[in-house]
Structures are given as structure tokens and as C-alpha cells.
């Protein structure tokens, strides 16, 4: 077997030969993760509602619902009406600590069983308990930590209370989110993630960031589009103005 | 693809895909239809020119540097509590795979779409070891139930209709299913959710890999990619390791210019980055993460002449505006890459010598390098190749003799007026309709397929006097 140090030995010796060849072109960004952060924060404070409209237009581009409520109480009706037109029995959602909301209780008492994905370490049970309970859920609802304007894509972290399934498995994915989480393009989507990878705490929350741009989709048959391939069919964002 | 297609020369492969009424349809239409795509694409986006001379740079700038990003990858990758392994060959890649199924009891595996695991043919190993590789791309699950190989890199089943689909799927799954795409991919999905759910490792290649981060990245349009990552008990990724990149900032600059240039999207579905197995608190992930580095035969060409095709994303964009892919289709190539940046990864994978007829499917029209999102100077490269192949004697020898013979003529003036008074007596029997055709002998084989123009009654230098003459007349 190749070491480690026989493998980058071997690149080393042609690197050797065409040193100077090229000129070294980083791309240039902030020394400080955290300042870089905070200036979109302070950009976005002012610009998130041409942030939000072109979000919204983006998002219905990739054939996405958009929804508007004005506050957090009126998101569990927003997905009572989701899963009565589907026909929809069974919710799943992020544990209430992540998610910001409770739908046990709101939704509970309408005739749909509600799931929260587990909080705190869940042991080898739990685990095997939550991956049943997310296989046969027909709408998912998570929260969001950056929705992307210029693309309409929601970016989601996993962790604790936030199963990275959610958004996946079931044939509905419906994402909450509030104008904190706005950006407006990439570069500023990649100033996050860097500010995220510098802090200790958030940065071992989850192994896994998801960009999510509309539902599941192939054209591998004929170059006909189809949606819903492996994920969700289709995809709700719940903008709530006031938390 | 398999030995026994290779021993077809590759004239014969081009030109039984010629003959396939149905392939050329097929052909025709998709990839048109990406062209399409990718131009609107570019045109509402002014800032993509400047992002690609940018991912370029950074390219670039990655290799310049490559030891100490694939290090610094490397210890990210550990201390997130992953593994890393160092492949020299293909084969030492697959027998890290076959390793690690051995040891951990793997009797199923799920994969999403990996070129690198097609180029060190994962799957035939997989099978001979007793473990099933399942393709959970729909497009590869297609192929792989038809036993085929892929025909393009990121349409894999282009060349198959819904109907033939149809057909595959209730010979092999039992049934009877409509030849209608949405029928047939809600059949796929039925099918592989319960194997993601069953297979006890996750296969995957890697889009990019983030070496400040230690961040493994997967594009998808399916969610194949995430499904699995998230919920087999074992993650294998296998990568090439020029697809390394240093940081979060320079991702960026990738995602934006990858998926436009491959399907016209802005972002393809998913984008999933993976920093190491399960973290404590998780609900789900795999316990273990393992990434397999991969040379290849990629160091060779640090300093070598395909140096460039070490900064191919595999987005496909060349494969379509390829007049000769175009005509000829992905399995015509014979290896797992096709197009143009196929016959180079080739050449790269394989050595020179397996790329000797290859390296002339090419008009050298550039078309590949003007919608190349990295802007590789493929046309430059095959040229190099086709040098190269003259100067080790690859080539064929007609081809050897008549370079030599050429490159003697056009060195010396007095040998090329010569030449061409020459020429324009020999060639008065084979001039019909103002061209050159049925040449007799080798040279024949160049005119059957193609015209020459005629060498010109008088060259150039001869009219230029007669020429100079008339526009001094002509002036006021």
C-alpha cells in the first residue's frame, strides 16, 4: 500500500520541475472570518426586502412555494393546508429548540401525527426509532440558516435537533426561515461559511451543510425533466416577517 | 468499457454509432439541448466571465502548492475523525474499497454518480468480491441494469429512449411499466429508497474537496448524493486528488459557474458538503468516513504536457459542442471519459499509446476550449499529443511518413514550389467538381470520408505581385 509520505513524495518530485512556471493566484478574502461576517450582517440589515423578492422570484424559477406570514403563530396553518391538499397524515420536524416552533401542539390535535427529530445525544434506539419515523413522514419541516437570493437556495446545517433527513426524505420539504437569514449571493454565502468554520462551537455542530435549490429533479430519461427522483417532489419556504 | 469493444479499431466503433439511426437522434437532440441551456445561462450572468478566468487562478494556484493543500486536507480530514488513504494506482484504490467491505461485513453497496469509480471500474471488482453495487443515480441505474457503460458524463443514459427504458425495467424489476418518464422514475425511486435504506456503505466521488476545511463536496440533482451520505453506516469517497481546493471562498467561485456550465442551472439541487462522519448529538450519518485519494496517473502530468486537464470539473460542456461527439456519442471513445477532455484524461489515465487514433477525433475547432468553464486549451493539448505520438513512434507509419515528408517540403522554400508544381500535375486525375477525392493507396482512407481542395494553379507568392499591382491601380 502507497504511504502518505511515498504519495506526496512522488508529487513533490514533479513539482519540483515546474517551479515558477505559474504564477500562484489565491483568490483574495477577508483576514478576519468574524468582520467579514459582520459587514453582511450590517449590509443585509438594510437590503434584505430586494433580498427577500429576488429570493422569492429564484425560488419560484426552481418551481418552489413561496409563503408569507407575518408571524411565527401562522406557520402551522400554513402547513395544515400543505398537508390537507396532499392528503398528508404523518409531519416530521426539527426538535422545537432548532426549529423555533412546537407543531406538536398546534398540529397535533388535527388529525396529523407529529414527529420531532430528537435533541440532546441520542443513543443507537433513538436513532433507529427517528430513521423509521423519517422514512414514512410525507412532509418534512426544518428550519434555515442562509436562504440565498441570487439562486432561491436554502442552506441548511445538521446537528443536534436537526437531522439532515428532514429535508430529504419526505416527498414535502417545508422550510421556515426569517429575514436574519437573507444573503444575497455566493460570495457572501462563502464569507458565512467561513465565519462558521472559524468558531469552535458551530463549526462541530453537524458533518453535513446542504444547498437546497428546489425539489429533487433528473432528466436522465429522454432529457425529460421530472421531479421528485430521490427527494422531495416539492418544496414550501414559510417566510416569517416577525418572529 | 470492455476489453473485447476495444478490439474494434476505433474507425469501425465511429462509424457503426453513424450508422445508429437512433443514436444520432438521441445525440442530436440532448446535446443541443444543453448547448442551449448553458449559452442562456451564461448570457443574464455578466460576472460569469471574470468567475471563470478566477476559478482558473485558483486551479492553478492549487496545483502550484498541491502536496501542502492534499496534507493540510488530509490532517482536517482525521481530525474530524475520518480516514484518509493514498492511492498510487486505480488498483490500489479499488483494493482499499474491497479492504474495507471485507473488514466491515459489506454485503450492499449504494453509489452515487462517480466518475472516478467508473475509471477504476469499482463496480466489476465490487461484484467478483461478492458485494452488490447498486447505481442509485437514475441515469446509472439505467446503464447499470442494461449492463452498459456511461455514454455521457453527466447524462449517463442519453442514448437510451423511454421506450427502451420502459421495456428494461419490466424485464428486470417485474411489471409492466409505461414508457413515460415520470412512471418510470417513480418506479426507480420505489426501487432504490428501500436499498439506500438497506446497503451498508455509501459510495461517492467528490465534486471538490475543501482542504482548510476538511470538506468532501457532492453536487446532485437527484439527491442520490445526500441519500448516500446520510444513511448508510460507512462512507467511501473516491477521488481524484487534483480535485482539491483551499477554501470555502474559492468553493464559491466553483458552484457558481459548475452547474451553468454543465445543465444551465444556477445551483444544481443539492450541493452537500461533508465534514467527516456522524458528530456527536446527530441523529444520522455514517459512523465511519473514509477518503480515498487517488493518483493514477495524474502526478505524470504536473510537469507534464496535459498539465491542463488536471483542472477539468467533469461538467460536460465540451462534450456537447464536440463535432465529433456530437456525431459519434460517448461509447464510440471506448474508455470511461469521453469528448475531448476524454481523449486527454485518457492519454492522462492510460499513456499516450491508447489514445493513438483518439488523439485525431478532433477538427481542432476550439469549440471546447471557448465553453470550457476553466478555459483548458484542449485543441493545444491534442495537438502536443498528436507530437508526441509522431515523435515515440506511436503513430501510424503512413501517418510518420508523410509528417516527415511534409514538415522537409514546407522547411524549404525551393522544395515547396516545387512540390506544389509538382502536385498540380499529380493530382489532375483525382480533381472532380473542383475537389480532391479518391486518392489512391493510405491516402485513400483520408478521402473517403473527407474533400480536399485542390492545390491552386497558382500559390500565393505566385499572384502577389499581380495582386500589389491592381491595388496600387485601385488607389484614388
Known sequence: MTTRAEFLGSIRQEMAKTRGLFDASPVPRSADARQAEEVVRRQMLERWPQALERFREEYEGVAGVFHRVSSIGEVPGVIRRIAHERRAKNVLSWHPGALGLDLRESLGCEGLAVSVAPDGHPDAAARATHRDVAARAEIGVTGVDWALAETGTLVLVSGTGRPRSTSLLPATHVAVFGRDSLVESLEQTGVMLEALHVDPARSMSGAVINFITGPSRTADIELTLTRGVHGPKEVHAIFVESR | ?476
Open chain 2, 1 to 476: 468499457m470492455s476489453d473485447a469493444s476495444l478490439r474494434t479499431p476505433f474507425p469501425q466503433r465511429a462509424h457503426a454509432a453513424l450508422e445508429d439511426a437512433h443514436l444520432q437522434e438521441a445525440l442530436g437532440i440532448a446535446t443541443t439541448k444543453f448547448i442551449g441551456l448553458r449559452r442562456e445561462s451564461f448570457a443574464g450572468f455578466p460576472e460569469g466571465e471574470a468567475l471563470r478566468d478566477r476559478a482558473r487562478a485558483i486551479k492553478e494556484g492549487t496545483l502550484l502548492q498541491l502536496d501542502r493543500h492534499l496534507e493540510r486536507l488530509a490532517d482536517n480530514i482525521e481530525r474530524l475523525g475520518g480516514h484518509v488513504h493514498w492511492a498510487a494506482t486505480g488498483e490500489e484504490a479499488r483494493d482499499i474499497v474491497l479492504r474495507l467491505c471485507r473488514d466491515k461485513g459489506v454485503r450492499m453497496a449504494v453509489k452515487s454518480k462517480s466518475m472516478a469509480t467508473e475509471e477504476i471500474e469499482l463496480n466489476e471488482a465490487l461484484e467478483a468480491a461478492g458485494v452488490k453495487p447498486v447505481e442509485t443515480d437514475l441515469g446509472e441505474y439505467i446503464i447499470q441494469l442494461a449492463h452498459e457503460k456511461p455514454s455521457h458524463i453527466i447524462a449517463p443514459a442519453i442514448h437510451k429512449t423511454k421506450g427502451q427504458v420502459a421495456d428494461l425495467f419490466s424485464k428486470e424489476l417485474g411489471g409492466r411499466f409505461e414508457a413515460d418518464p415520470e412512471v418510470l422514475t417513480a418506479v426507480a425511486r420505489k426501487e432504490l429508497r428501500q436499498k439506500f435504506l438497506e446497503a451498508d456503505m455509501g459510495i461517492t466521488g467528490a465534486n471538490f474537496a475543501v482542504a482548510e476545511t476538511g470538506t468532501i463536496v457532492l453536487v446532485t440533482n437527484e439527491g442520490n448524493g445526500r441519500m448516500v451520505t446520510s444513511l448508510p453506516r460507512i462512507h467511501v469517497a473516491v477521488m481524484g486528488m487534483e480535485k482539491v481546493i483551499p477554501t470555502m471562498t474559492d468553493l464559491m467561485v466553483f458552484l457558481a459557474i459548475l452547474a451553468r456550465s454543465a445543465t444551465g442551472q444556477k445551483l444544481s439541487s443539492y450541493t452537500t458538503l461533508v465534514r467527516g462522519p456522524r458528530q456527536p448529538g446527530e441523529t444520522e450519518g455514517p459512523e465511519e468516513l473514509h477518503l480515498i485519494l487517488m493518483d493514477n496517473g495524474r502526478t505524470r502530468q504536473i510537469a507534464g504536457t496535459l498539465r491542463e486537464a488536471l483542472y477539468c470539473l467533469r461538467c460536460g460542456a465540451c462534450l456537447n459542442v464536440c463535432p465529433v461527439y456530437r456525431q459519434i456519442g460517448g461509447h464510440a471513445y471506448g474508455y470511461t471519459y469521453p469528448g475531448p477532455i476524454g481523449i486527454l484524461l485518457t492519454a492522462m489515465l492510460k499513456g499516450a499509446a491508447s489514445v493513438k487514433d483518439l488523439a485525431h477525433a478532433s477538427s481542432l475547432c476550439g469549440a471546447c476550449k471557448d465553453v470550457c468553464p476553466v478555459r483548458i486549451d484542449i485543441p493545444r493539448m491534442l495537438v502536443d499529443l498528436r507530437a508526441e505520438l509522431q515523435r515515440k513512434g506511436i503513430a501510424s507509419w503512413p501517418e510518420r511518413v508523410i509528417f516527415r515528408f511534409a514538415r522537409r517540403i514546407m522547411t524549404s522554400p525551393g522544395l515547396f514550389r516545387l512540390g506544389a508544381r509538382l502536385g498540380r500535375v499529380a493530382q489532375r486525375p483525382f480533381v472532380r467538381s473542383g475537389r480532391l477525392s479518391g486518392l489512391p493507396l493510405f491516402l485513400g482512407q483520408w478521402t473517403r470520408t473527407r474533400d480536399l481542395p485542390p492545390i491552386a494553379s497558382r500559390t500565393f507568392s505566385e499572384r502577389w505581385p499581380g495582386l500589389r499591382q491592381t491595388k496600387d491601380l485601385d488607389r484614388p
